[in-house]
T-cell receptor, first 113, second 114 residues
Framework: GESVGLHLPTLSVQEGDNSIINCAYS??????FIWYKQESGKGPQFIID?????DKRQGQRVTVLLNKTVKHLSLQIAATQPGDSAVYFC????????????FGAGTQVVVTP | NAGVMQNPRHLVRRRGQEARLRCSPM?????VYWYRQLPEEGLKFMVY????????ESGMPKERFSAEFPKEGPSILRIQQVVRGDSAAYFC????????????FGNGTRLTVT
């Protein structure tokens, strides 16, 4: 399944399929990007980050892709599991702004059996 | 290694009362940030503090809101004379004193103003 930022806030994915969550960021000066996962009643949990000198970074079952030309960020989750059900936020900042993150509105991922 | 600790988890206040939210950063983290989240929205930056200093408060409302991070003890976000529009989840995050380090968030305080 695939979502596009604010226009498709809910992504329904079948268990075992791959998920793609997209994010359009706003500040062309941003050079550090983070994906967070937020489960109901909890705080955002760090998933993976990427700096602007890279266009791809892989973690465990997750890959982040960065396209600076069109200011687009995506998170790919391989073999989606029920535990992946959550709201996913992209966040951006400039290196010199410490922890002042700009968050997107989020995408709700629902994993169906 | 305990994460970012926030208390209380839930706080109910009547209009006009004061709300105090506490945050203890992760061990070794000297930078604290407060964010606010309205229902079904992303987090909005409020303030960034280091020990005994407010570094950036550009996201704080001009009135009724204040934050501190004393030399000893937790960081406090204080909201005076609360109104219903203050109802939200307030998250604290911390990071080490290293530029570019990711933020680690607590589980938030959910403030309800009745």
């Amino acid at each position: 399944g695939e979502s596009v930022g604010l226009h498709l806030p809910t992504l329904s994915v079948q268990e075992g399929d791959n998920s793609i969550i997209n994010c359009a960021y706003s500040n062309s000066a941003s050079d550090y990007f983070i994906w967070y996962k937020q489960e109901s009643g909890k705080g955002p949990q760090f998933i993976i980050d990427i700096r602007s000198n890279m266009d791809k970074r892989q973690g465990q079952r997750v890959t982040v892709l960065l396209n600076k030309t069109v200011k687009h960020l995506s998170l790919q989750i391989a073999a989606t599991q029920p535990g992946d059900s959550a709201v996913y936020f992209c966040a951006e900042k400039t290196t010199d702004s410490w922890g002042k993150l700009q968050f997107g509105a989020g995408t709700q991922v629902v994993v169906t059996p | 290694n305990a994460g970012v600790m926030q208390n209380p988890r839930h706080l109910v206040r009547r209009r006009g009362q004061e709300a105090r939210l506490r945050c203890s950063p992760m061990k070794g983290h000297s930078h604290v940030y407060w964010y606010r989240q309205l229902p079904e929205e992303g987090l909005k930056f409020m303030v960034y503090l280091q020990k005994e200093n407010i570094i950036d408060e550009s996201g704080m409302p001009k009135e009724r809101f204040s934050a501190e991070f004393p030399k000893e003890g937790p960081s406090i976000l204080r909201i005076q004379q609360v109104v219903r529009g203050d109802s939200a989840a307030y998250f604290c995050a911390s990071s080490p004193p290293t530029v570019g380090s990711p933020l680690h968030f607590g589980n938030g305080t959910r403030l309800t103003v009745t």
